[in-house]
């Protein structure tokens, strides 16, 4: 399971806040919603994440093994 933990302390550490990301950055309130929820987003989100706060992809998201993941 893909967890966004990371990205809210990152946030957190950083200027930027809700606010800013929507207003100023045009990252949509229901893509912020998907990282508040753990839900799928897309690479190009995560990339564009990376970008503004100026870190890396762990600093965003991890992964955590899950019974819930698909079996493969």
Same mark, same amino acid.
């Given at each position: 399971?893909?967890? *966004? ?13 809700? *606010? ?7 990252? #949509?309130? #229901?893509? &912020? #919603? ?6 799928? $987003? #897309? ?13 890396? $992809? !762990?600093? $965003?998201? !991890?992964?955590?093994?899950?019974? !819930?993941? !698909?079996? &493969?």
């Amino acid at each position: 399971m893909i967890n *966004y933990s990371p990205f809210w302390e990152t946030l957190e550490k950083s200027t930027e806040n809700w *606010y800013t990301l929507t207003e100023f950055h045009k990252i #949509s309130s #229901s893509t &912020l #919603s998907r990282f508040k929820h753990d839900k799928a $987003v #897309s690479t190009k989100t995560i990339n564009d994440m990376c970008r503004i706060l100026d870190c890396k $992809v !762990q600093d $965003v998201m !991890q992964y955590i093994p899950s019974d !819930q993941d !698909q079996k &493969l």
